[in-house]
C-alpha cells in the first residue's frame, strides 16, 4: 500500500515538473530581441529603426543652435524641447528641416524670426530625425511616418 501511494505522488511530481517547465520556456522564445526593452520599446519596430541615424543626425547637424538639450537659445534658436509649435504639426516639422524656414513664428510664447537653411537632402534623415526629437529631451509625443510626409516637395537648393 505504502509503496503505490509513493508511487502515485512520484508520478504527480513527474508531471508538475514537466508541464511547469513546458510552460514557462514558451513565452520567451515568442518575444522579439530588439525591441523588448529600452526607450523607444513603445514605438513601431520601424521607427525604432530610425533612431540610431535620428541621433546620428541630431548631433552632427542641430546641436550647434538647438543645443545638446534641445532647448535652443531664447528668441534666436527656438526650442525643439516640449515646444508646442513643433507638436502641433510633425509634418511641418519634417518640412521645415528638409527645406528651411524664414517666417515669423511664436514657439512657447517666444518670437523666432530667424532664417534657418534645409537641413537634410532626403525624407528618410527628416522622418529619422524628427522622430529622435519626439522622443528625446523630455518629449514622448509619437512619432511621424514616411507615408505621412510623402506629399511634401523637397525644394532645390540655393547654390
Ligand atoms: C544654424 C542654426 C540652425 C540649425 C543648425 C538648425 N536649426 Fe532648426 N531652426 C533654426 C531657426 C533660426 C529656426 C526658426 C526659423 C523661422 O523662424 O522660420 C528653426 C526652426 C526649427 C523648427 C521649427 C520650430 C520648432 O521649434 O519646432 C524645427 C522643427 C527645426 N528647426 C528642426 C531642426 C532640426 C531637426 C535640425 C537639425 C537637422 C535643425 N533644426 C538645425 C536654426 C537652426
Redesign the pocket.
Known sequence: MKKVTLFVISLFAITLFMTSCGGGSQPAAEQPAATATGPYADLPADIQAMMPRGEE??KT??T???QTTGL?IDN?????SK?D??LADKVR?VA??LNG?????V?NGKT??????P??DTKED?VA??NY?LNNFGNKDGFVTMAEVQGIEIKPRKK
Open positions: 543626425i541630431y547637424k542641430c550647434v543652435c538647438h535652443g534666436v534658436f527656438p526650442p525643439l515646444a509649435y513643433l516639422a521645415q528641416t524656414s524664414k517666417l515669423d513664428m514657439v523666432y524670426s530667424q532664417e534657418m537653411v537641413q537634410v527628416a530625425v524628427i526629437v
